[in-house]
C-alpha cells in the first residue's frame, strides 16, 4: 500500500520552526547593510556619542541601537541636498531630555547636519573641534548645559551658520571680534562668563536680535552699533558690567523694537538722538548713573510702551512721558516727582562734571552744557557709587557689587524651562547613588566640570520687561 507523505510539517516540529524562524528574522535586522556611506557615518557618529551619555533618565537614547538611524528618537532624517536619491541625517533635537553626558570628536562625522538643538541638558565640557566638518549647520542651540571652557571657536568657521544660541553655560574669556563679522541671524550668548569689552566692529553683525546679558564685560557700549540699522530688532545687554556714556549713533537704530542696557554702569545724559528710533516699543536704562533731562522727544516716540529709567540721576522729566504706557522713574533726582533720591546724594553725585571722552571710545559724545548752580544740573565723573539695589515691586533691596543677581531674559526659541529632579537610582547599581557618584566616563574633576543638575533658575524680578521673544515654531 503507497503511504502518501504529508506536505505539512509534523506538529511536533512546529515550536521548533518557529523558534528558527524568529532567530532567522532577528538576524537579518541586526546583518540589514546600511543604505549608504552617510547613514554609515552617522550610525559610527551616534553610537560613539552615545558611549558617553552616563545619564539619560527619559531614555530617549535607548533605542539608538542597530543601523537604522533615522529612526533613533531625536534623530531626523531628510534627502541629501547634494543627491536628493540618499537619505542622510539632516537635524538632531533633544531639547528638553536632561541627558548628561560629552560630546564626541566623531560628531564631525555628520556632515549633513543643518541642525543641533540640544537645549536644556546636562551636557559639559568643550564643543568638538571636528564640528568644522558640519558645513551645511544652519541652527545650533546648545543653551542651558554646562559647556564650558572659551568661546567655542570652531562655530566661528561654518559657513552656513545663521542661528546662534549658547547662552546659559559656562563660556568665559573674550568675546572674538570674528563672532560680529559672520553672516548671522541671531546671537545668544547672555548668561555665560564672558569676561572683555564688547568688539569696537559689533556693528558689522547682520543680525535681527543680539542678546549678550548677565555676562562680565567691561569697557564702551561701541558707536558701531549704528551700522546694524539695517537689520537690528532687539539689542539686550542687560547686566554687563558696561561703562562710559551711550552714543548718540544708537539714534540711527530706526527699526529696533527693544532696547536694554540696565544694569549697567553707564554715564551721562540719554542722547536725543534716542528720539530718532521710531520703532521703539520697550527701553529700559535703569540702573545706571544716567543723569541730566529726559528728552521730550524719546518720551514723543508712537510706540514706546515701556519706559525705565529708575536709579539713575535724572533731574528732569518732561510731561509728555507721563503718558507712556508703563513708565517706571524711581529713584532719580526729579523734583516733584515720588520716591526719589535724597538731594543731598544727588548734590553729590552731580557735582563733578563727567566727560565722556575720559572714557577713551571711538566716538565720543559731547556732554550736555547744563548750569552748575543748579544743585541737581551738574553732570560730572561720578564718585564711587553708592551700593546698588534691585526692586521687586516696590520692596528695594541692597545689591552685592557685580555681577548682580542673574536677571534672566526671556529665552527664544526654545525656553530654558527648570530642570527637573535627577532621576531615582538603585543605589545597588555599578555606578553607586547618581548624582553623588556620576560614572564614567566623564571625569568631573576635569577642568570644565560636569555637573549632575542645572542650577536653579531664580525668579524672575517684575522690573524686567516682559518676555519679547514668540515661541519657536
Not at 80 to 90: L, R
Request: net charge negative; hydrophobic share 35%; aromatic share 10%.
Amino acid at each position: 500500500m503507497i503511504r502518501w507523505k504529508s506536505p505539512y510539517p509534523n506538529p511536533s516540529m512546529i515550536p521548533i520552526i518557529i523558534i528558527i524562524f524568529f532567530f532567522s528574522i532577528l538576524s537579518l535586522n541586526h546583518s540589514q547593510p546600511i543604505q549608504n556611506p552617510n547613514l554609515q557615518q552617522a550610525y559610527v557618529a551616534l553610537l560613539a556619542w552615545k558611549s558617553l551619555i552616563f545619564s539619560d533618565p527619559k531614555n530617549l537614547t535607548s533605542n539608538w541601537n542597530g543601523p537604522n538611524v533615522c529612526s533613533y528618537t531625536g534623530v531626523f532624517c531628510a534627502p541629501s541636498i547634494h543627491n536628493p536619491f540618499i537619505t542622510v541625517v539632516a537635524g538632531i533635537d533633544l531639547n528638553h531630555a536632561d541627558i548628561a553626558g560629552s560630546l564626541p570628536e566623531e560628531l564631525g562625522l555628520l556632515t549633513d547636519l543643518a541642525l543641533l538643538h540640544l537645549n536644556s541638558n546636562r551636557f559639559c565640557g568643550t564643543i568638538p573641534e571636528s564640528f568644522s566638518h558640519l558645513l551645511l549647520l544652519f541652527e545650533i542651540d546648545l543653551s542651558n548645559n554646562h559647556f564650558a571652557g572659551p568661546f567655542p571657536h570652531v562655530l566661528l568657521s561654518l559657513p552656513s551658520l545663521k542661528y546662534l544660541d549658547i547662552r546659559y553655560n559656562e563660556f568665559g574669556g573674550e568675546i572674538p571680534s570674528q563672532l560680529f563679522d559672520l553672516d548671522l541671524d541671531a546671537i545668544f550668548i547672555n548668561n555665560n562668563k564672558f569676561q572683555s569689552a564688547l568688539p569696537a566692529n559689533i556693528g558689522n553683525s547682520p543680525v535681527s536680535v543680539l542678546v549678550a546679558a548677565n555676562n562680565y564685560l567691561n569697557g564702551c557700549l561701541p558707536s558701531s552699533l549704528g551700522k546694524m540699522a539695517g537689520t537690528l530688532n532687539e539689542i539686550i545687554l542687560l547686566n554687563d558690567g558696561l561703562t562710559s556714556c551711550l552714543p548718540p549713533e544708537i539714534g540711527a537704530l530706526g527699526g529696533v523694537t527693544v532696547f536694554d542696557v540696565g544694569f549697567n554702569k553707564l554715564v551721562g545724559p540719554l542722547p536725543e538722538t534716542v528720539g530718532n528710533m521710531i520703532s521703539l516699543e520697550q527701553l529700559n536704562v535703569a540702573h545706571n548713573q544716567l543723569s541730566g533731562s529726559i528728552p521730550a522727544s524719546v518720551c514723543s516716540l508712537p510706540r514706546l510702551e515701556n519706559f525705565t529709567f529708575s536709579y539713575n540721576y535724572f533731574n528732569v522729566e518732561p510731561s509728555v512721558c507721563f503718558g507712556i504706557p508703563n513708565k517706571d522713574d524711581r529713584k532719580n533726582c526729579i523734583a516733584g516727582r515720588p520716591m526719589q533720591r535724597a538731594k543731598a546724594e544727588c548734590d553729590s553725585f552731580l557735582s563733578i562734571p563727567i566727560s565722556c571722552t575720559a572714557f577713551g571710545c571711538a566716538t565720543p559724545q559731547s556732554p550736555t552744557p547744563t548750569g552748575c548752580g543748579d544743585v541737581f544740573g551738574c553732570l560730572g565723573q561720578p564718585p564711587p557709587p553708592p551700593s546698588p539695589v534691585y526692586c521687586i515691586g516696590l520692596e528695594c533691596l541692597e545689591m552685592p557689587p557685580h555681577p548682580f543677581p542673574p536677571f534672566l531674559m526671556p529665552p527664544h526659541p526654545f525656553p530654558p524651562l527648570p530642570m527637573p529632579p535627577p532621576p531615582s537610582i538603585d543605589c545597588d547599581d555599578p555606578y553607586g547613588c547618581w548624582p553623588t557618584s556620576p560614572p564614567p566616563p566623564i571625569d568631573c574633576d576635569d577642568a570644565y566640570g560636569c555637573w549632575p543638575t542645572s542650577p536653579p533658575s531664580p525668579p524672575l524680578p517684575e522690573m524686567l520687561l516682559p518676555p519679547i521673544f514668540p515661541d519657536h515654531p
